[in-house]
């Protein structure tokens, strides 16, 4: 059974960089074939997606993330990670794992959480100003 586990949330101030990590468990090569993905849910809002990282190590962002976020992958550690820099309180939120070993995906489909089938609990962030 797949599980995703997130950590390196917390409180920072805005301008501030956080370092988020998803090690995967359960199937060995998670981060080598699936797609993942970031997704942040801000307090009574939807799910919404940041950065996704195919099995290829291609990339694509939110518009709003692009240049400040870089999501990354480590397969011989199947743990996913998201750089973030220059945060501001609108990126405040939990921040979700995401993955899914399914290819036939169109590219306006990559960012919609009903297209990945495994979650992790979801890590904290909180920018302040």
Known sequence: QVQLV???????????????????FGY????YSYRMAWFLQATGGER???AVILSSGTTYYARSME?????S??????TLY???NSLTPE????????????????????LLPARYNYWGQGTQVTVSS
Do not use: H, W
């Not at 060995?28 to 981060?31: D, E, K, W």
């Open 67 to 71: 240049g400040r976020f870089t999501i």
């Open 28 to 31: 060995s090569y998670i981060a």
């Open 82 to 84: 998201l750089q973030m």
């Open 73 to 78: 992958k480590d397969n011989a550690e199947n």
């Open 91 to 110: 990126d405040t939120g939990t921040y979700f794992c995401a993955a899914d070993p399914g290819r036939n995906i169109k590219y306006g489909e990559l």
């Open 48 to 50: 919404e997606g940041v």
């Open 6 to 24: 997130e950590s390196g949330g917390g409180s920072v101030q805005a301008g501030g960089s956080l370092r988020l990590s998803c090690a995967a």
